[in-house]
């Protein structure tokens, strides 16, 4: 793992400027290499920190981001509504410069300031990212568009490379249920495009996201194994011995953003994990050895079963279906060649064990996932039941 920048690779190459005068330029910048014509002019970082821009920082990813890029020393501002505040690395937030403001129609805030690259992790429009990457494409280096693998909906294919052709339009026909999954890719897809297209191929990078997990996430999809796996007993396997599983510690893809960054590595990458393929078995035995806990896996490897039993989803498992396909066969060789790397499988689980039963989540949120009638851990002896007596 790289762990310091390398400058010498921090060449951004940045469109033309019309006019020093439009932009003023603070020391330290990229931009204050910048000439004044209007040919391509190659921009090189010189050694030093970044300012580094975040469109968001205040939930799941962006603490992350933070709190690595900070430690890298680093200068970070945020730009959220307020409205979200971060449940881990809190204490960081007073370094950090946090703009107010709103994507979808106030971003005054980020008028006539300077960084040399913005992540746009809250991207949940075309018309945001737009806008933004409009605004900022003469204030800023490089633009990082979190996109999402949903960009390549629906997941037909196996091994799916960076080049794979992307869902551009939500169908005419759908079926039921269907529509959230185009709408989400389609949207992630044409933003990723809106970015590259205003601050050119050179100046951006676009990552693709797997299922993240790790400390802070909101969703409360993978919490069935760490929860489970550290209790010990009769736990649920789902699926065939050789169904595969995709995910990624939301701290290896953020860590990953700021190196890019800092390597000026642009182009577009896979963020999943983990190094190897891994099958659900291994994910689940793999993560059990974070615990000392005594377990005995119930396999249940038929999908009617499991759908009948409102068991769809344990992520990272997914009932496997043609266009789910390929969702757990992304291929992750670029990324890896450009410096993704991989925390331990049972390192990510203790984690996540150790933030879920500390002061960042509540009780209320505990409660409700363990006592929710239509939850898993309220059913699961109740399917084990069912399975054993067939
Ligand atoms: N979770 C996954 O497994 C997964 C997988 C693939 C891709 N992704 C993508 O990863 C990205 C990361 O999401 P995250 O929530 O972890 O990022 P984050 O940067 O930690 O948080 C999202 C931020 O967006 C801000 N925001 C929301 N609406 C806004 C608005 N109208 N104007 C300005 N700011 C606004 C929120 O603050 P305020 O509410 O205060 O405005 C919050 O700070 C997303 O783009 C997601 O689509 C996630």
Redesign the pocket.
Known sequence: MKNTPNPSRRKFIRTALQTSAVLPLTGGSILAACNTTTQLAPIVKKEGPLKIL????????????IAYALKRGHQIT?????????TIHKELFDQVEQL?????N?LLALKGKQWDAV??????KVS?TKATADLLKDQVGLYVY?????AYYPYYTVNVKEDAPLVMEVPAQLDEGEKPMYD?GVM?ANSEAIARKIFGEDRTIAI??????GP????DRFMYWPLRLAKGGDIILPGKANDPVQ??D?RDIAEWMIRLIENGTTGTYN?AGPASPMTMPAYVYGAHAAFGSKVNFVSIDDYDFLEKNQVPFIAPWILPGEKFKGMSRVNIDKSVANGLTYRPLATTIKDVYDWWHSDAVTQERRDKLMNGEQGLFQREAMIIKEWNGR
């Open positions: 975040i469109l968001g920082g205040t939930s799941f990813l962006g603490p992350h981001q945020t730009f959220t509504r307020g409205k979200t505040k971060p107010t403001g709103d994507r979808e106030n992540i746009d992790n809250s991207g949940r945001w979190v996109s999402s693998v949903s989400y992630k693709r996201p797997h299922f993240m997990t802070a996430d909101r969703t995910f990624i939301v963020g």
